[in-house]
């Protein structure tokens, strides 16, 4: 992460936008995992008038294999990050497919957002889950051979995979569950984020 030399205003001015901003409602559904999401869309317009009350503002562009999002304050003051990923295709719709996703996933991180179903109301009144599930898939632990350390990655995001009952019989079948979730290649670079991003969402299926 880079960031201006100050950055008290933009602090001050994030946590006004922060506390009055409404979570995002998960206004998308993948029919595949049969689970919502919220749209960028949707999250783009639900923060907008907020960032504009506050002098924030926030620019993402393509950066390398990349994307970089920066968060402005009117002050000049500013902060930026990139994020990366391996497209599951190296074609444009699947560099698009991953940023998007990274635009999505970015944008909620810098700005501190949460998402809420659309349900009407009725999850108030259902058994509550442990949000704890998800971290009964444990990281691998470290170890000084970087193969021990890559197969246990690796064994980590199949017993994701199947935790969340997604189809993974096949090598071809484990990268298109992983890429339909994260927007996220099934490859060795990218195993401790796809491990991340697998539990983050067995944890919010089981919230």
Known sequence: MQQSPEIKNLADALGKFQKEVENVVKDATNPFF??????????IETVRP????HGLSFSQFPDGMGLTTILMHSSGEWLQATASMTPK???PQGHGSAITYLRRYALSAVLGLATEEDDDGN???APV???TAARTVAKPVGDKDPAKVKLAAKDRIMALLKSLELPCKTKKQC????FDLTGMALSEENYEDIGEALAERLEANNA
């Open 50 to 53: 907020h960032l504009a009350k």
């Open 34 to 43: 049969k689970s919502k999401y919220a749209s960028l869309e949707n999250v």
């Open 175 to 178: 990268e298109d569950s992983v």
């Open 89 to 91: 295709d190296a074609t």
């Open 123 to 125: 999850a108030a009144s």
């Open 129 to 131: 889950a442990s949000k």
